[in-house]
């Protein structure tokens, strides 16, 4: 889906890294083994030459994630204010106390994007130090699309394309994925040890492909918290679904802003938590699931 | 386990308000349904009456979650520093934008606290607006007890502890759970939606009560990541046990500081990660255990 493109494109390097890492470990019976676990660097974001946040990322796609965070973070209003992302992590490979980089330059220059750093980066993160104060004031701003929906073969087609996806998660366990789906059709998946950094750099993938949230569907594999429920709105994305659960102001926000939030959707099963509107039941796809409580 | 008794102790409330709320929800047979969900409060904190930070939370022990927050972003030293903390949910119960409030006073006045906070809270988080930063510089001089130790029979016996723990998890899933263990006694255990809530919780209820980490062991159900196993360590607690696995950074700072990282703990399964002299292996307890790949 593109709409409204933007030829004013910021420059973003291609940085990679390896995801995973083989590591000694041993086990119950005293034997030594080998396991592999998730890469996770530091990545220290500057805007203009300032500093601004310094991320831990498994470092799948530094570059839409860092343009992501500046999105989402309200730093931006839109990718035409990006020149260029340089990421660059010759800095801090293997050695702790030593950051990758990431350099955005901005085509207003400093003092433009700069005058909002100090109020805007305090309220990052994930139950301490929350967006909320600032993102609720923003809520019903929000306009999602009244019509969109999806109806249950379609949600049973995307859990299976989660469950086929090949992840970093399944060789090393400890990771978040998040996944933008249009359709059954699975447009992104990027996983991260965070993951408010997966949703962050589905919005900068989103942003440098002209990519509209309206008709697509978000999915994670985390909680559907008020943080992950908030960030699919500013997306524009209308329908979230998650393996897992949601919390209380999850649900709040996606019932104020008319998001339809499913969640516990393993197979064939799943919970509507909100906007049931939005879900097109087909029950007879369910007829042999069971309905055990599910945790996460 | 008391060591240095501290008379200044600051005064606590007691606010308490319900975990776990039932919501209505529609299954995939596209019936009606009820399930629990944890609740989750915006904690909107003031530190003498300037605004710090807004903490999403589900609310079990909210005094000393806000006192542990404090200690582990170091903007207190000690809890001596504190006269008081004061929270009152009522402003907030049920209303989105209504969070309850955290009233903190200092007994130096806002002069001392106040100065620290601009600089300090930027840097709160879960992998995004990390810690990381301003912790690394301080890893160094954390000294662990070097003579900490646990033997297997003990750590089956705390995982076992673990499982017959009555939670909300239990109930209601989606939130993280972590306890403090002497030995095979938990002296602590609490829940929180945002797991870095849990182990700060933790590190406030320690402080009020003069209880040293040198001879405890942490647990948590979620990752051990760089940030917990920094707090483990800043608390003076040289063990920590997860269910889940480690993510990189996290297993850095862990061989770094000396603590010995257990991690894939459920039934007689672990895999020790770093400090492996702090375990004493009783191999024999684990002949009947299997050796599957485990994921969180």
Known sequence: MLSSPNPLKPRLTQARAELTRQIDVVNEFG????????????????????????????GASPEHLVLGFLLNQRLIQSVGEIESITVDWTLGEGEMGQPGVAAIKTRAGQSQAGSKTAARVVTTGCG?????????????????????????????????????????????????????????????????????????????????????????????????????????????????VSRSGITQMGLEVAQRVGLCAIGRATHKRFLCFSAAHRLIWQAELAEHATRPIAHD
């Open 128 to 240: 301490q130090g929350s967006v909320f104060g600032d993102l609720v004031n923003d809520i019903d701003a929000i306009q999602l699309a009244p019509t969109a929906r999806i109806d249950q073969a379609t949600l049973y087609a995307l859990v299976n394309a989660i469950r086929l996806q090949e992840t970093t998660y399944k060789s090393s366990g400890s990771v978040h994925g998040c996944a933008l789906f249009k359709g059954a059709e699975m447009l992104m998946f990027v996983e991260d040890v965070g993951r408010h950094n997966a949703v962050d750099t589905i919005a900068g993938w989103m942003a440098m492909n002209d990519v509209s949230g309206h008709d697509k569907v978000f999915y994670t594999t985390g909680r559907l918290t008020s943080e992950m429920v908030i960030k699919s709105a500013q997306m524009g994305v209308p329908i979230a």
């Open 31 to 58: 034997q030594p083994s080998h396991v592999h676990i998730p890469a996770e660097r530091a990545l220290t974001v500057y805007l203009d030459k300032r500093e601004l946040v310094t991320l831990m990322t498994l």
